[in-house]
């Protein structure tokens, strides 16, 4: 079994900061890729920022310049630091994974449970 466990997440004023953290546990041979999805209410789930286990990082438009994703391979944990947040930023955050848990099966995605990041106007 793997486990997303996630923490950070909070109320904050706009203009402020918060990190995310994400640790995956579990029976893990290796995680190609993590990274943060968003849904606010009413809308879909987006991707927020991934990184790859190469350290290569992907970001959506509305938060570069903004957020930054990083990850401790040691660890099996992913971080996103999130600066000048605004309110249209307030969702939950979702970390997601895609792991193998083992060499004899293919990579599966997994999800944290979910951590809400609202910011005040």
């Known amino acids: 079994q793997v486990q997303l466990v996630e923490s950070g997440g909070g109320l904050v004023q706009a203009g402020g900061s918060l990190r995310l953290s994400c640790a995956a546990s579990?029976?893990?041979?290796?995680?190609?890729?993590m990274g943060w999805y968003r849904q606010a209410p009413g809308k879909q789930r987006e991707l927020v920022a991934a990184?790859?286990?190469?350290?290569?990082?992907n970001y959506a438009d509305s938060v570069k310049g903004r957020f930054t994703i990083s990850r401790d391979n040691a660890k099996n944990t992913v971080y996103l630091q999130m600066n000048s947040l605004k309110p249209e930023d307030t969702a939950v955050y979702y970390c997601?994974?895609?792991?193998?848990?083992?060499?004899?099966?293919?990579?599966?995605?997994?999800w944290g449970q979910g951590t809400q990041v609202t910011v005040s106007s």
């Open positions: 990184v790859t286990n190469g350290g290569s990082t």
């Open positions: 997601n994974a895609r792991i193998r848990a083992t060499v004899w099966v293919d990579e599966s995605d997994y």
């Open positions: 579990g029976s893990i041979f290796r995680i190609k890729v």
